[in-house]
């Protein structure tokens, strides 16, 4: 029997990261503080790092909304594959051309596009989505800023975030266009 609920240890559990990482810069700091030499050296160092772990995962927080949508996202050594009841599909992450964020449907979607293969459009909110954050900051020339500045993005709009052709320019409607 358990004295947590559910929703409560699902909380605890998303955030898991930031509170590690929390914990290991409070006791840098402690050391930094308190002792003398050597110890209060490594203490300011291990601050410093667990200041940069913080923020990196904060910003996986950030990235991954709720998990309460269709499907289920699964991304393993560099292919991201996406399972649901009348859709899917695989994509490997060095074939992509191009990742869209796209607010026009019901929901708001991923759209990832590959050569000579269909679009495959993965649901902000399914399941196993915020995998994705690792997945696309891999991308040559994309910053995680920019992947969440997209997802402030306003309904009604789609917005191309990356693509692998240089040669096109992208406007500020996130629409494609040949200079």
Partial sequence: MSFVRPEA???VWRVRELLVAAALGG???YWALTAFGVLSW???IIFAFSAVLFFSFLQRVWFG???DGPGYVEVIEGQITYYAAHTGG???VRELTQLIYETDGEEAAWV???PQLPDLYIPVSASGANELFDAFAALPGLSAERLLQALRTPKGNALVIWQRDAHLAIDTRGASKQP
């Fill in 42 to 44: 490594l203490g300011w």
């Fill in 112 to 114: 990832l596009r590959q």
């Fill in 90 to 92: 695989a994509v490997a």
């Fill in 9 to 11: 240890r699902a909380a």
């Fill in 27 to 29: 006791l840098g700091l």
């Fill in 65 to 67: 909304g709720a998990e």
